[in-house]
């Protein structure tokens, strides 16, 4: 099931959820950490054995269009969004030891960004903004 905030999510943006793409979504929503379509694939395949790699793209794309997810570039994964709203600039902190993803969404941040794309008439593609490092558990276990 989805929770009660993905539901109206989509209610309220007349998000169309196919059951395959509700599949998906419900797949990404019990992750803490991104997936990659293969192994989107292979959890699908578990209820939809016919499911396909071109499919699972096709569902990605629709849910990252309708913000409900993002596509990590750095390791070619995708993560539901934790905070859903229409459209924000967010900014990715990547643990390289455990694999760790938190998505941070700063207002201010994306205001600068903004700014600076506008101020340069520059048409925005893509707006990945990731930092790779190593998260404050896995620097405490070091420590120990
Ligand atoms: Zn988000
Ligand atoms: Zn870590």
């Known amino acids: ?3 009660k905030n993905l539901t ?3 209610k309220k943006n007349a998000i169309k959820l196919t059951p395959l793409r509700n599949e998906v979504l419900e797949i990404l929503a019990k992750q803490n950490n991104p997936l990659t379509a293969y192994e989107i694939l292979d959890l699908l395949k578990e209820s939809n054995p016919k499911a396909q790699v071109m499919s699972v793209y096709r569902i990605l794309e629709f849910l990252q269009n309708h913000h409900l997810i993002h596509r990590i570039e750095n ?3 995708f993560m539901l969004c934790n905070h859903l709203s229409e459209h924000h600039i967010s900014q990715w902190l990547i643990c390289e030891d455990c694999g760790n993803v938190e998505e941070y969404t700063d207002n201010e941040f994306s205001h600068a960004i903004d700014k600076i794309t506008t101020d ?3 048409a925005v593609t893509a707006e990945t903004i990731e930092l790779k490092g190593v998260c404050l558990n896995c620097q405490k276990e070091k420590k120990k």
């Open 75 to 77: 390791l070619n994964a």
């Open 1 to 3: 099931m989805l929770s």
């Open 120 to 122: 340069n008439g520059f």
């Open 8 to 10: 109206n999510y989509c």
